[in-house]
């Protein structure tokens, strides 16, 4: 009981399978059972990734079994046009990992599924990709012998908010892949971070579709293998992060900053240095929550850089799909 | 075959039944058999009820078999807010008989389509009514003890359009037919009109669903009671007209101004006046079409009138839709 | 010296004089000399009168010496259209007062400018207002004798911003200033609150004028009599926070928690419980800044948050400025 | 009287002086005295230069007397990119030449004035331009000595207009100028051309400014040297054309498509055939004109196409203005 209100807890707070391990790793002081991860560096793109093996992964960080792949790059924010290039190059790169080691091939039709709120700037992600990313179906239905070849069928849809169409988007979906048959869905999302520099400058995929709970748009039913019949790979991106864990995150580098600084941090931060994240979390919580301070806030650029970040991930996904796509010029593709 | 031709003529020229009526009559002189019209005009809003009886009655003006309501309000341009209004209403009370003759009834679950593109302002029109009508339907599945009486059931898409998503647009509304069983769809379209008055001055109510090469969005499949297995109404706004009936139009109002003025027609005109529509018509697009001037062209100030003709008809289906909305103050349950 | 950097340090983190002198009073205990302030509630809507009488209270609080209104509604970002007219209501009189103790006529001719940045959604407050509000000077220009009794001459302009046009915003409302004479300035801008729940739901009213490093849009050239000539009244509604002094106000609250709940909250909180809040605030700053960690951040509504407010002081300046518009039904004049 | 008549006819049916002397040109059959054009062509893009020398031929076409370049691509509406940089390519030479002709050297400070209304579409040429294009000033301003060679001081604003405003957008950009000191004007605006095919595909550039009644936002004050104290340059592109002019044109080309397949144009077209240009535009709009039939239209696609536009110019004017922006690879510079 308790454990589910604390997954619950997780998986509110952050979407990122990284971050939910470093909480989980943070009172243990080290590797969890289960989970298994791999991180490399290059020129200022940091690439994680994450697999969670089996329950007792699963469990100790809350998140669904499954591999994670997440590219952090603290730059990104700062618009340079070069470095947005490299990112969708790795992005397409890996993203051609993961197709394959879920041995999807060349010609395997594709749904591009751009989730969340097009009129609410930061859930708008999944919307704006749809908008960028280049759709083939149509031509492969329509005079089949005339396409190129290094295309596959790409189809792109974005099927709204329960706001604003009363149907839930996962029903949507399903319905549409009933109708056309894609043999992968790709589902992309905004998502809730716990950390304001992973906002914006993060991407996640991950093989585990969507789940009840993730995102930020509220969602109530998930996008998963098991409901829609085929694979769903997930991407998201966070642009938001709740007031409470803004202040939660500063604590705790505040800890190591006085610990670094050899500072007496029980003296300093009194008994908050000894509380648990989550019980230092649930205290911020209940302090905020009755004056409606504990909301989801956003940078204030955010107009800009869900354009910035959208643009990569359409680039990203072209290249990838599209043999006859060069990942070395993604760019040109997408407008 | 000819015939064919002509029908396919006067589809793409015009969308609305009552235009294509005048165009078939104009040459007769008289009433065409198998269609029966009655007009009304009250305070500046004239409203015509046209019935296509029979094949006899299709074949001759080039629309399916069944009925239109035209409501053509010339001042609506304007932009009085008053008049809005009052086309809201009356556009709700003729709405409803329509539901009524379908025997469609009180609790009958609506699913509204928006159908066009929402980057093209003038193709903008379904959209921009889902995004502004009142959806319940989730209510009624997530909490049905709740919801107040005076209120049905009714989702809102907007399914995009082929070069965006890769799929007909009837491909995924069937989807999502069968996936959330409604028990009648209303779907809005742009038109093309043969006359830049009417442009954005006109709605057409008909129960005849959408047909393939109707709409300014060249959809290929249609949205029909035989598609999609439920009953298919569409409201329809011409936003937009081609060069060549402008010029067409023109042309014909120049011969009627020289026969009220009494002058030769003959004389001034030439031959140009004893042509009949078509012909002339004919002789036009061939002039314009190859130096690719026969555009679809749409009034300068579109952007406003979209915005204000989608609240007119958001407003009027949400009046019609549910009996606890007041018909006479329909506006203020849109934004 | 010192002073002078703490005065920076308010007027980066909160541009809300209210807030300013609650951080004043806060490590004082009491009330501030220099600063009289008289506070009024009304069903949800507190009315704060505050003055700054003289250079003491002005260096106290890092605050011009004038007159500040402080309207806060906290249940303002629940989308209810009662209390958003309310509130317009409510502003419209007390602007009216402001007028009135300034010696403003009823024929005092004005200029609305709308300061800000229209391409990022928080920055966005003033050209919004700028597109709302009703503008009449071409009347009064063109054809004077027409112009019907109860309306003054109104113009407004956005000016943008220096990384858009290249020139100071103030030197633009210079230029127009002395081309059109207007007898008063009202400038609206989006600023930087202290407090997540002052976001958005505040609006202050100021005779002071725009000061550099005002607003947060980074101006550095003020708009005041001074440089303009004519009076300027700000108005100003917080739209941003920082992350820092969002940890900074929740470090604050849980003091005012642990002691209304009798902890012992030098156990708890350590040495942050003895800081002043200015040392506690540098150092969560120094904290967060070398990760890049303290941005400004803005609700993730912030889109129909801002729409809302916008058309809140559209409405409110339309009936305060016009006496033939009706305090009781302002929101009718804006779109 | 007549005259002027006739010139104000000319200024409100086109604003392109290309197109102004070919409706002069028509009736005489040959080249007008004090008119001297001259045209080359290159791949699809047709590059005129009109001078008109004198007052007469002023008086004959009705356009002031000055330097016009006009580049025609009749396929700049298929959104091919790689012919978008030809003609920006293409536009920044010749724009070079201009400011060359009129003596403004490398360092004479520019600024960019985007005229017209934001929202609405076709008449956001200005706006979109101001937002696209590179500007400078402020470092010259701030830090002069930072500078990198090869750049000049560039600043851009984008006044509104009446209707919005209430303040006449000469008056807005007098008081800039006063304030700013800039030493040329470089002003954009959208125009109204008498063909179909030009709208969207034509870019004019006037060494004469803006004035009264030209443009498609009804301006009642000029853009001009004696007005503003510095040299104003004007690039205009047609968006707009009257409904009655395209029946006019279409005409007029129906008369040639006779001659040239040897057809009785007499018999054909009746008096219509031998009425002058304007006699036939008269009578035209005499018919259009009661039932509010003779809009200013747009192709239904303006949105793409006012971006598509707006970056040329933005991506030419940046090449052009400033050395170290490379001609052949000037759309880097925008986004």
Redesign the interface.
């Known amino acids: 009981m308790e454990k589910e209100l604390d997954l619950q807890l997780y998986n509110v707070r952050t979407d990122l399978a990284l971050e939910a391990k470093e909480m989980a790793e943070a009172p243990r002081g080290g590797p969890i059972p289960g989970i298994q991860s791999e991180t490399t560096e290059d020129n200022g793109i940091t690439i994680t990734q994450l697999h969670v093996q089996n329950e007792e992964g699963s469990q100790a960080i809350g998140k669904m079994q499954g591999h994670y792949v997440t590219i952090e790059v603290?730059d990104l924010?700062n618009g340079d046009t070069g470095l947005q290039d490299r990112v969708a190059t790795q992005f397409a790169k890996h993203f051609e990992s993961f197709l394959e080691r879920l041995s999807i091939n060349k010609m395997a039709r594709v749904l591009i599924v751009g989730l969340g709120n097009w009129?609410?700037?930061?859930?708008a992600l999944g919307p704006l990709v749809?908008?960028n990313v280049m759709?083939?179906?149509?031509f492969f239905e329509l005079m089949p012998d005339q396409v190129a070849p290094g295309y596959r069928?790409?189809?792109?849809?974005?099927?709204?908010v329960?706001?604003?169409?009363?149907?839930?988007s996962s029903?949507?979906v399903?319905?549409?892949?009933?109708?056309?048959h894609p043999d992968v869905v790709i589902a992309i999302d905004a998502l809730a971070s716990k950390?304001?520099?992973r906002?914006n400058t993060t991407i996640q995929i991950a093989d585990t579709g969507i789940h009840p709970g993730s995102g930020?748009g509220n969602k109530r039913k998930g996008l998963t293998k098991e409901i829609i019949g085929v694979p769903v790979i997930a991407i998201g991106v966070p642009t938001?992060?709740y007031?409470?864990t803004?202040?939660n995150n500063?604590?705790e580098?505040?800890q190591s900053?006085f610990k670094n600084h050899s500072g007496n941090t029980?003296?300093?931060?009194?008994?908050?240095?000894q509380m648990e994240e989550n019980e230092r979390l649930q205290?911020?919580k209940?302090?905020?929550s009755p004056?409606?301070?504990d909301?989801?806030?956003?940078?204030?650029?955010?107009?800009?850089f869900i354009e910035d970040i959208a643009n990569i991930i359409a680039s990203g996904l072209n290249a990838s799909l599209h043999e006859a796509v060069d990942t070395n010029n993604v760019a040109a593709y997408t407008h």
């Open positions: 603290p924010r009129n609410v700037t930061p859930d749809v908008e759709v083939t179906r149509h069928a790409v189809s792109a849809v974005a099927p709204g329960l706001g604003i169409t009363g149907i839930e029903e949507i399903q319905g549409i892949v009933e109708k056309t950390s304001v520099e906002v930020i938001v992060v007031a409470s803004i202040v500063t604590l580098m505040m900053h029980d003296q300093i931060m009194g008994l908050m240095n205290l911020v209940e302090v905020l004056l409606g301070h909301l989801l806030v956003t940078p204030k650029e955010i107009d800009e």
